[in-house]
């Protein structure tokens, strides 16, 4: 089982995701015809870089776990699992 602290993470960065490509595809993304696009079709541009955010620091990741398993929020198998997760992605 997955520890909601975990998956509460996981589904606000990929909520904050998807409203990042939302605003990023309103306006502009038409092209006038003859830039190379095939005749007015939708300029491709890579996903923007977003600065990461200080809960993105392994560190800090790796801290806030240490204190939900202090608190008994997670097992130690939780635990385990969380941490070399973090380690994994470093």
């Known amino acids: 089982m997955i520890p909601r602290a975990i ?10 995701n998807l409203i990042i490509r939302f605003f990023s595809k309103k306006g ?3 092209s006038p ?3 190379g696009t ?3 079709g939708k300029v491709i541009r890579p996903f ?4 990461p955010t200080p809960h993105d620091d392994p560190a800090d990741k790796l801290q806030k776990l240490k204190e ?10 939780e635990f385990a699992e969380a941490k070399s997760k ?3 992605d470093m």
């Open 68 to 77: 939900l398993h202090d608190s008994g929020v997670l097992t130690d198998e």
């Open 86 to 88: 973090v380690l994994k």
């Open 48 to 51: 923007p870089q977003v600065a």
């Open 38 to 40: 095939g005749g007015g």
């Open 28 to 30: 502009g993304n038409q």
């Open 7 to 16: 998956l509460t993470l996981v589904v606000a960065i990929l909520v904050s």
């Open 33 to 35: 015809k003859g830039n």
